[in-house]
């Protein structure tokens, strides 16, 4: 009965220790895999937090905590387009859910990893969203997630962002596209970025165009070869970078 008091003394200390970290210190250990019990009711109350630096914390440990049962909180702030306050507004803000909210609310569901018709009508719904790393991070789950989508709605808005003034959405929707195309109207738009101004763009094209080959959309190396060779990247040898 000794031992049993000083192990529910430990315990209680260990609690109240958990129970005094800050919101910042949870997600500090949660990353390190460290998870307490009581971390998942933090994560719950934080997500609701009217606290902007709060909520994101709460986002973040949702999908390190594995809590499908939040997908619901993740969703509504994806899709939330309540405005800002007007200060905020100024300031450059546009919606009461800031920008990077959104975007880790996506990266949680990516994390998540589940499918239904709500989450595929959010990430779908992000595509369109006014700051650029949240149409990157929608990009990439429909690269990572088995959504099993009507991918002749998708592939039109994923096409889009191939030609966004962000160079990031750029390599994730190309890199997308590789993944989710089944035919080769996929190429008749890529050619139309072969010559894009940044490396990083070019270099993903033809990993995509390498992805393409190996799901038989282009059908030999002769034409692999001859799509390579309209694109030029100083100091690399492209032929090289799908061997």
Known sequence: ???????????????????NLSPDKILEKARKGIIEPEFIEKAKKYIGSTNWKTKNTGIKLVGILGLKENIPELINIIKDRRPAPFLHRLLGGDFINVGFLRRNAVLSLIKLGEINEDIRSALYFALKDPYWE??????????????EVNYNKV?????????????????????????????????????????????????????????????????????????????????????????
């Open 1 to 19: 009965k000794s031992n049993e008091k000083i192990a529910d003394l430990i315990e209680s200390i260990i609690n109240q220790k958990n129970h």
């Open 155 to 243: 592939i039109p808005e994923i096409t889009n962002l191939i030609f966004d003034k962000h160079f990031e959405v750029i390599v994730e929707a190309v890199s997308c596209l590789g993944k989710i195309s089944s035919n080769k109207e996929v190429l008749y738009s890529l050619r139309k970025i072969y010559n894009h101004p940044n490396r990083k763009v070019k270099i993903e094209i033809i990993k995509t165009l390498k992805v393409l080959f190996e799901k038989g959309i282009i059908k030999n190396k002769e034409e692999l070869y001859k799509e390579l060779d309209q694109i030029f990247v100083p100091g690399i040898n492209i032929r090289d970078l799908i061997k």
């Open 134 to 147: 949240v149409k990157a991070s929608a990009c990439k789950a429909f690269s990572h997630l088995e959504l």
